[in-house]
Antibody
């Protein structure tokens, strides 16, 4: 079974750092782009960026560039997203998703999703 | 920025047809993808490249296009179809990729 399993919910204080993970199984992890998507009540679903585990090629949505860092360790089929200094506005549900097939960097299917990682940043 | 507009809600009786629209200027040029999201769950792909159904998706889910509006149709709605539905596409230049629509809550009466 193809699946992505994400790390558990996090409660953090403003200014703290955080790294969440997304582990793939059931497919060749290195050969598919992994995207990260944030969901909040106010802004809905937002694409944040994507990484190709095979060579760690990374694309950020401009509004998230510098706010988060994407990485991957293909030896353990895991992608990561990290923050150096969290703010209250970083609270939300974060999903990783596999991008299906040949990527156009415009409109592509997110065909497998992780279960989500809830991040709550509060003082 | 680039926006994809959906109606906030659609209500339908069991067995009837639900139609969910998604509007955007670039839709004549870009593929649209549709996702279903049930409470407490991740989004789930139900239509890709405007009209195609992934393996395992019931035939009652279909997609269509007409100019700057695309439509997800659920024929013979069942109680289990109650969920939020999101469209996803991109602007015509590629400057705004992987844009999600505002979402539509489908309520089965």
């Amino acid at each position: 079974e193809v699946q992505l399993v994400q790390s558990g919910a996090e409660v953090k204080k403003p200014g703290e750092s955080l790294k969440i993970s997304c582990k793939g199984s059931g497919y060749s992890f290195s050969n598919y782009w992994i995207a990260w998507v944030r969901q909040t009540p106010g802004k809905g679903l937002e694409y944040m960026g994507m990484i190709y585990p095979g060579d760690s090629d990374i694309r950020y949505r401009p509004s998230f560039q510098g706010q988060v860092t994407l990485s991957a360790d293909r030896s353990i089929n895991t992608a990561y997203m990290q923050w150096r200094s969290l703010g209250a506005s970083d609270s939300g549900m974060y999903y990783c998703a596999r991008i299906e097939g040949s990527v156009t960097f415009m409109g592509d299917a997110f065909d497998v999703w992780g279960q989500g990682t809830m991040v709550n940043v509060s003082s | 920025s680039y926006n994809l507009t959906q109606p906030p809600s659609v209500s339908v009786s069991p067995g009837q047809t639900a139609r969910i629209t998604c509007s955007g200027d670039a839709l004549p040029k870009q593929y649209v993808f549709w996702y279903q999201q049930k409470p407490g769950q991740a989004p789930f792909l139900v239509i890709y490249k405007d009209i195609k159904r992934p393996s395992g998706i019931p035939e009652r889910f279909s997609g269509s296009t007409s100019g700057t509006t695309v439509t997800l149709t659920i024929s013979g709605v069942q109680a289990e179809d109650e969920a939020d539905y999101f469209c996803q596409s991109a602007d015509s230049t590629g400057n705004f990729p992987y844009v999600f629509g505002t979402g539509t809550k489908v309520t089965v009466l």
